[in-house]
Nanobody, 128 residues
């Protein structure tokens, strides 16, 4: 049973930087796609970044120059580094995982969340 546990959120000032972490446990996927999604109250959960087991990454156009996704395979921790934080980055950030790599093509789509099977509980980021 795959478990995802996010951490690293908090209240930060605009212009600062933040790194979110997601501990990924109990997965035995040969190939996989991991991703970060963001959700504001009353809005759809939207994908901001994803990566695959073979090292491909994908980003939403709105965050491409400021967000960096990475995965430490030795520790099974997924990271999302955010620089030059903006108030629009505020939201609940969720870690997601799914077997196979096809989901990387859909991360930033409006229905991207449908391609991921496993989800964490989220970590709140507030930028002011």
């Amino acid at each position: 049973h795959v478990q995802l546990v996010e951490s690293g959120g908090g209240s930060v000032q605009a212009g600062g930087s933040l790194t979110l972490s997601c501990a990924v446990s109990d997965h035995s996927f040969t190939t996989y796609c991991l991703a970060w999604f963001r959700q504001d109250p009353g809005k759809e959960r939207e994908g901001v970044a994803g990566l695959t087991s073979d090292g491909r990454t994908a980003y939403a156009a709105s965050v491409k120059d400021r967000f960096t996704i990475s995965y430490d395979k030795t520790k099974n921790i997924l990271y999302l580094s955010i620089s030059s934080l903006q108030p629009s980055d505020t939201g609940m950030y969720y870690c997601a995982a799914t077997p196979g790599m096809g989901a990387i093509n859909h991360v930033s789509e409006s229905a991207g969340k449908r391609y991921f099977q496993y989800w964490g509980q989220g970590t709140q980021v507030t930028v002011s």
